[in-house]
C-alpha cells in the first residue's frame, strides 16, 4: 500500500503540476488573443473612418493626390485578412495597421496646410472621431502587448518552454510603433 501511494504521488505530482502549467499557458494564450481581438475591432474602426476622412480630404487637397493614395493602398493592405495563430501574419497585420496610423498623422498634420480644410465642420468632426480611435487603440495596444509579455515569459522560461512545445503554444509579437515613429523629428519641415 505505502509503495503504491508512493508511486502514485510520485508519478501524481508532475502531473497535476503540468496539467497545471499546460492551463495557465493556454488561458495567457487566450488573453493574448483576446487583446489581439480589441485590437481588431479599433483597428476596423478606423479603418471605417477613413474612407470618410479621404472623401472629404479630397475636395480640398488637390496638392496631395499621392498622399491620399498612398493612404488608400494602406488602408486595403491593413484590412487583408490574417491568421490569429501564426505569429508572422498577426506581426505583418500588426505592421500594416503601424503604416497605415503614420500616413493618417501626416495626412492629419497636412490639413493644418488647409485653412477651408481645416474649418470644415464634417472634417473637425472625423478628425475628432478618429483620434478617438485612435486613443482606443493606444489602449488596446498597451493591453495586447501586456498579455503578449505575458504569454511569451511563460512560453520561453522552463519548464513552460517545454509545455508550451507540447502543447504547440507559441510566442506572440508585439505591437511596435513603426520605425518613422521613432524616428527624430525634424520640425523645419513644418515650420516653412
Not at 502549467?21 to 474602426?45: H, M, P
Request: glycine letters at 6%; charged letters at 20%; zero cysteines.
Amino acid at each position: 500500500m505505502n509503495g503504491t501511494l508512493i508511486l502514485l504521488l510520485v508519478v501524481g505530482i508532475p502531473l497535476v503540476i503540468m496539467y497545471a502549467w499546460y492551463v495557465g499557458l493556454i488561458g495567457k494564450k487566450n488573453r493574448a488573443l483576446e487583446a489581439l481581438s480589441t485590437i481588431d475591432v479599433q483597428l476596423k474602426q478606423r479603418l471605417d473612418l477613413v474612407p470618410n476622412i479621404l472623401k472629404i480630404a479630397n475636395k480640398f487637397m488637390e496638392h496631395e493626390k499621392s498622399l491620399l493614395t498612398e493612404i488608400t493602398a494602406l488602408r486595403e493592405n491593413a484590412s487583408q485578412p490574417y491568421d490569429k495563430n501564426d505569429a508572422a501574419s498577426v506581426q505583418a497585420h500588426l505592421k500594416a495597421a503601424g503604416a497605415l496610423s503614420g500616413k493618417m498623422g501626416t495626412l492629419m498634420m497636412n490639413v493644418e496646410n488647409y485653412p477651408t480644410l481645416k474649418s470644415d465642420q464634417t472634417m473637425l468632426q472625423a478628425m475628432q472621431t478618429y483620434n478617438e480611435v485612435e486613443a482606443q487603440i493606444t489602449a488596446a495596444r498597451r493591453f495586447y502587448n501586456s498579455s503578449v509579455t505575458e504569454l511569451n515569459n511563460a512560453v520561453e522560461i522552463f519548464p513552460g518552454n517545454i509545455i508550451a512545445g507540447m502543447a504547440g503554444v507559441k510566442a506572440m509579437p508585439f505591437f511596435e510603433a513603426e520605425e518613422a515613429a521613432r524616428a527624430a523629428v525634424d520640425a523645419s519641415q513644418y515650420l516653412k
